[in-house]
Nanobody, 114 residues
């Protein structure tokens, strides 16, 4: 069973930046497309960034041009660089495969103040 541990969240003012990290256990990491998901207060979890095994990326329209996803297969780690943060980016951020594994990590809280 893959274990996912997210980190790097925090409280930041609008316009600021954060870099999230996700460490995944298990040797299957490099064989899966990976994504960052966001769950805003009172809303369903949504996929905001995707990176394929080949390194291609795709983003939700709401974060395009501001977020950058990357991965280091040697470290079984996926990253999310978030720039020009907005209050609507507030939420708990999770990483997981795309499509996702059954289990989720604890997530990391991102709070953007206006």
């Amino acid at each position: 069973q893959v274990q996912l541990v997210e980190s790097g969240g925090g409280l930041v003012q609008a316009g600021g930046s954060l870099r999230l990290s996700c460490a995944a256990s298990g040797s299957i990491f490099s064989f899966n497309d990976m994504g960052w998901y966001r769950q805003a207060p009172g809303k369903q979890r949504e996929l905001v960034a995707l990176i394929t095994t080949g390194g291609s990326t795709n983003y939700a329209d709401s974060v395009k041009g501001r977020f950058t996803i990357s991965r280091d297969n040697a470290k079984n780690t996926v990253y999310l660089q978030m720039n020009n943060l907005k209050p609507e980016d507030t939420g708990v951020y999770y990483c997981n495969a795309v499509p996702h594994f059954p289990n989720w990590g604890q997530g990391t809280q991102v709070t953007v103040s206006s």
